[in-house]
C-alpha cells in the first residue's frame, strides 16, 4: 500500500494506515465485523471503552485464524463519557509487531458536551500517530527484543498517515 509517499508492507485496517474512523453517540451499539487476512492471527481491542470485557464485545480471548470472521457489538452505556478512544489488536504474543505494522483506528463518542453549539461549530483536527522503520523493500524492520520491552521510536513518523502535514489552527477563535 502506499504509504507516506512510499511503498510499504503494512497492515491495515479496510487497508488504510490508520484505519478508519469510527463514530458514535452514548447509547448506540458498535458493530464492527473483523474479517482477517493477515497471516497470522488477530482480533481487537478497544482502547478506553466502557464495554463488556466477554462475549462478543471488548474479550480479550477471541482469537481471529485466519482467513476467518468474527462480529464485534459494543453496547454503548447512555450515559457513557465522550471521547477519543482507539481500536487495536489484541492477539497475545502478536500485539507490538501489529500495532508496528499499522494496525490501529481512530474511535470517537460524542457524548452531551457534544451537543453544545459552539462545540458543534468548533473545528476538529483528529491525529493518529504512527511510527515504524521501513526497510528499502518498504516492509517493517522489527524492532528488538529491548525494543519491543521498552519501546522505540521509529524512524518514519506519521500523523493520521502523512509525514509532516499541516494543520489549519484558527488564530484568536
Known amino acids: 500500500m502506499p504509504f507516506a ?3 510499504a508492507y503494512l497492515y491495515g485496517y479496510n487497508n488504510q494506515v490508520p484505519g478508519p474512523l469510527i463514530e458514535a453517540r452514548s447509547g448506540d451499539t458498535i458493530r464492527i465485523r473483523l474479517t482477517n487476512s493477515l497471516p497470522e492471527a488477530s482480533s481487537l481491542h478497544f482502547h478506553g ?3 463488556p470485557p466477554t462475549g462478543i464485545a471488548d474479550n480479550s480471548f477471541v482469537m481471529v485464524a485466519p482467513g476467518d470472521q468474527f ?5 454503548l452505556a447512555r450515559n457513557h463519557r465522550g471521547g477519543t478512544f482507539w481500536i487495536h489488536p489484541h492477539m497475545h504474543g502478536t500485539v507490538a509487531r501489529q500495532v508496528w505494522r499499522g494496525l490501529a ?3 470517537i463518542i460524542r457524548g452531551e458536551l457534544d451537543a ?3 462545540i458543534q461549530a468548533a473545528a476538529e483536527a483528529l491525529l ?3 511510527d515504524v522503520t521501513l526497510g528499502t523493500d518498504g516492509v517493517p524492520i522489527e524492532p528488538s527484543f ?4 521498552a519501546g522505540r521510536e521509529g524512524s518514519l513518523i506519521t500523523a493520521s498517515g502523512k509525514v509532516n502535514p499541516t494543520i489549519p489552527i484558527q488564530k484568536n477563535g
Open 5 to 7: 509517499g512510499r511503498q
Open 146 to 149: 529491548m525494543g519491543r520491552m
Open 49 to 51: 471503552l466502557h464495554v
Open 116 to 118: 453544545i453549539p459552539e
Open 105 to 107: 483506528a481512530p474511535v
Open 128 to 130: 493518529v500517530l504512527q
Open 71 to 75: 462480529q464485534y457489538e459494543l453496547p
